[in-house]
């Protein structure tokens, strides 16, 4: 079998496997590189991640006359989102290539799952967060034995005073790697339900998006088939990096002065995957939408309410989108990223009314 290798999805330059490769040369901080040819790793840590459920929305879908609604829920994942699938593939890289320390800049669900995956494989995680994320997160991260740093500033500063230090450990944030665990949700969801018409996805730096899209790429050229979806991110209105990106042609654009937003899993003013993220939404001929604070929570209450579906707000906006959308007819997959365990006062709060 051929071994597997990293291509740039601007410049097409290949580069083998290797734990210093973190992307390619047209700016440090963004995702440039395609995992391709993946091979199965030698050694495998498991938690029991992917095989997620996929639930017809019959009530949702009956309301906006879509027959084939459905929820591919990633938070049955082991701690509680599709990062998982990713950590998966991280600590078995980790260990094939005998790493003993990784690392994260997140402040939630990413750190909490590789510190997780980290602490069954033996290997030590630290994780870089912002000092407003939310109490609930890093006490998982501490249960599940990741180190935390705290750092004064915004998501988007703590990650470049990180790349720009030099940090030891194996960056597991911006990492080639990462993205293939996304490509088994692809598989997943063709196996179920065939090659669906649209893929509503929440964005921050749309490496999941990105990664499906790669999933659902590799099942057309393998089964023949022409026909593709259409990747259509969700992300908040005024702070959707994607959105402008597509709009000016570049492979990213930073933003300045956004409000805060309930969707603190997405809210950005840079999408480190912007470059992957773009190509596959040019690819498929999808769009990103924004959706707003209102329509966030609304979406929430709904799912909450009417289809007992508990959600991190963050994936509430790919919910919210399914109203913006037209998808009459259509055989519609909306990604529930993140549960609602980690967070749940927060959403009781939103559902129940008190904010
Ligand atoms: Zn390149």
Known sequence: MMQGYLECVKCKKKYEESIKTLTCIHNKYYDYLEYKNVVPAK???????????????????????????????ESKNPTGSFKDRESAVLIDKAVDFGIKDVFAISSGNAAISLSAYAKVAGIRCTCYIPDHASEGKKKMIQLFGGKIVEMAGTYEAVYRKILDENISGWNCTLNPFKSAGSKKIAW????????????????GNGSNLAGIWSG??????MKKIAKLPQMIGVQVEGASPLK??????????????????????????????SPKALRALKESKGSVLEVNEGEIKSALRHMLIEESLVMEPT??????GVWKLNISGKKVIVLLTSGGTNTLSEISDIVLGSR
Do not use: H
Not at 216 to 221: L, N
């Open 43 to 73: 050694n495998t840590v498991t938690l029991g991640q992917g095989n997620t459920p996929m639930v017809k929305l019959k009530k949702t879908g009956a309301m906006i006359g879509c027959q084939e609604l459905y929820v591919k829920d």
């Open 188 to 203: 997943e969801i063709y196996e179920k339900v065939g090659m669906p018409d649209k893929i509503i996805v929440p964005c």
């Open 244 to 273: 402008s990106a597509m709009e000016s042609g570049n492979d990213y654009e930073i933003l300045s002065n956004i409000a805060d937003s309930v969707a603190e899993g997405i809210v950005a003013t840079e999408s480190y995957s």
């Open 315 to 320: 994936s509430a906006s790919a919910f919210a």
């Open 216 to 221: 659902f790429k590799e099942i057309a050229q």
